[in-house]
């Protein structure tokens, strides 16, 4: 079923703790009856790490939907659109943090671990009993060192979270792989969140490569070789991406889309979203 508003909730981590400073960690059940949270499709400014104790959960993301058992562990970046429906008590744990929480203190030595949160939207990690015990272990000491008021608590919660990520992330690792985390690859990520950022005024490619100080034909070539599409490609994907959002999760028309994404008239926009995906917005909206 089809849950449409008129607009995109935008969640943020006040909106959940006022007294948020980057990072939030609470009992999966107070979560989800968190304000704005209740069953309401939202973008958000920040990751997420749910780990299910006991109960079941149903998620929606991106036109998508999720079940969640005893003992699973999701991960959903900040690029995600999603909500959360229960019909038995949840118990679990949810942590919550920004970025820029996370990278305070870490530089490249930390980013391969969290660079599998921004490269999907979703994340679910296989592992063996014993790993699930010690991501619950660590996740019961985030929440006594998160309610605590002595000094340097931040820093133990940020050593913690990045302990967290490294064991997830490997497991990531033994799933699909490592990357290479070198020049080109920093360079892929930076251009990355450029993208999540000024997509909607900024689709050349050109706009991004004077941003990051390297030529065009430098960024279509790490990109194809990194990601395996070209530079525009990419940017033409984000922006498919948010139209496909806007059009399963909200009531606006196809001219209020189009000219939100940044085009000057709707033919144009439905043209680049049939090329893209093969039939015009309103026979993908029809058809959801």
């Not at 133990?156 to 690792?173: A, D, E, P, S």
């Not at 950022?197 to 790490?222: D, G, M, T």
Request: glycine share 4%.
């Amino acid at each position: 079923m089809v849950i449409r508003k008129e607009k995109l909730d935008f969640l943020r981590l006040e909106d959940i703790d006022s007294a948020s400073n980057g990072i939030v960690i609470m009992p999966i059940a107070e979560y989800l009856h968190a304000k704005g949270n209740q069953n309401t499709l939202h973008a958000r400014s920040f990751y997420s790490l749910l780990l299910i104790k006991t109960g079941n959960l149903m998620m929606v993301a991106d036109k998508r939907m999720y079940a969640m058992g005893k003992h699973d562990i999701v991960s959903i970046s900040s690029n995600c659109v999603c909500s959360f429906q229960h019909n038995i008590p949840v118990e679990g744990s949810v942590i919550l943090f920004t970025e820029t929480f996370f990278m305070q203190r870490y530089n490249t030595e930390a980013v391969p671990y969290f660079n599998f949160l921004k490269s999907n939207c979703m994340n679910g990690f296989v592992l063996t009993a014993d790993e699930i015990n010690r991501c619950m272990h660590l996740m019961e000491l985030m929440q006594a060192e998160y309610n605590t008021t002595k000094l340097g608590a931040r820093e133990v919660l940020r050593n913690y979270l990045n302990i967290l990520l490294q064991m997830l992330g490997r497991n990531m690792t033994k799933q699909y792989g490592s990357v290479q985390l070198d020049e080109k690859e920093e360079r892929i990520v930076a251009f990355e969140t450029l993208v999540n950022e000024h997509y909607k005024q900024n689709r050349f490619p050109s706009y991004y490569a004077e941003r990051l100080n390297i030529s065009v034909n430098y960024l279509n070539r790490i990109c194809r070789e990194k990601r395996a599409i070209s530079c525009g490609a990419l940017i033409r994907d984000r922006i498919s991406l948010e139209a496909e959002r806007l059009l399963y999760h909200t009531f606006k028309t196809v001219k209020e889309i189009a000219f939100e994404l940044g085009f000057e008239n709707v033919p144009y926009f439905i043209t680049f979203f049939k090329a893209k995906r093969g039939m015009s917005p309103e026979e993908f909206r029809k058809k959801q």
